[in-house]
């Protein structure tokens, strides 16, 4: 069964400091893979997405990266903000979208 | 950007009733989805749709559900007697090959 497992489930960080969020998958045929900020009570945006052949991909303060050999992702938020409490979401793609839990980003002052 | 569109916003139904949640996706996007979060769950997939079929769909997308596109532009899920565990987000996504737009969502609540 494709999945795909997130961690942590849940961080809390200092507005200001830095965090990596992970995504491991077996996923298979890897199409895509994306992240996705969440908030609460609504749908999910697209932060980056990357093919198979792209290592690395940023959108502002996020930057994602891929190792589709071991199939790994991680997130990376840069100087976080209050405004990025959200859940940020792991979503692989071969037809179907396959989505991992999510991890629960809380930034506090 | 483009937008993908629900409606209603919240849905309050009793248990046993018909509901309908409507989807407006994007025009020139050809793959729909249907996915549904419970509260403080991950999000569910339920069914994909492609050239006016389903494609794939769920173990939880039983003979209770169904999608239709009636027109070429809407893309509706019925859900046939709502049952209390259906209350749940449920969002609408339409998608490329290449990058997928969710909408806002639809709030089920079934009493």
């Known amino acids: 069964k494709n999945q795909v497992e997130q961690s942590p489930q849940s961080l809390i960080i200092l507005e200001g400091k830095n965090c990596t969020l992970q995504?491991?998958?077996?996923?298979?045929?890897?199409?895509?893979l994306r992240w996705y900020k969440q908030d609460t009570g609504r749908g999910p945006v697209s932060l980056t997405i990357?093919?198979?052949?792209?290592n690395t991909k940023s959108n502002g303060r996020y930057t994602a990266t891929l190792d589709a050999d071991t199939k790994q992702s991680s997130l990376h938020i840069t100087a976080s903000q209050l405004s990025d409490s959200a859940s940020y979401i792991c979503?692989?793609?071969?037809?179907?979208?396959?989505f991992g839990a999510g991890t629960t980003v809380t930034v506090r002052a | 950007e483009p937008e993908v569109t629900q409606t209603p916003s919240h849905q309050v139904t009793q248990m046993g009733q018909e509901v309908i949640l409507r989807c407006v996706p994007i025009?020139?996007?050809?793959?729909f989805y249907w996915y549904r979060q419970i509260l403080g769950q991950k999000v569910e997939f339920l069914v994909s749709?492609?050239?006016?079929?389903?494609?794939?769909k769920s173990e939880i997308f039983d003979d209770q559900f169904s999608v239709e596109r009636p027109d070429g532009s809407n893309f509706t899920l019925k859900i046939r007697s709502t049952k209390l565990e259906d209350s749940a987000m449920y969002f609408c996504?339409?998608?490329?090959?290449?990058?997928?737009?969710f909408g806002q969502g639809t709030r089920l609540t079934v009493v």
């Open positions: 979503v692989v793609s071969d037809y179907k979208l396959s």
């Open positions: 995504c491991n998958y077996t996923v298979s045929p890897f199409s895509n």
């Open positions: 990357m093919t198979f052949s792209e």
């Open positions: 025009s020139n996007h050809l793959y």
């Open positions: 749709f492609y050239n006016n079929e389903i494609s794939e």
């Open positions: 996504a339409s998608a490329t090959n290449t990058e997928a737009f």
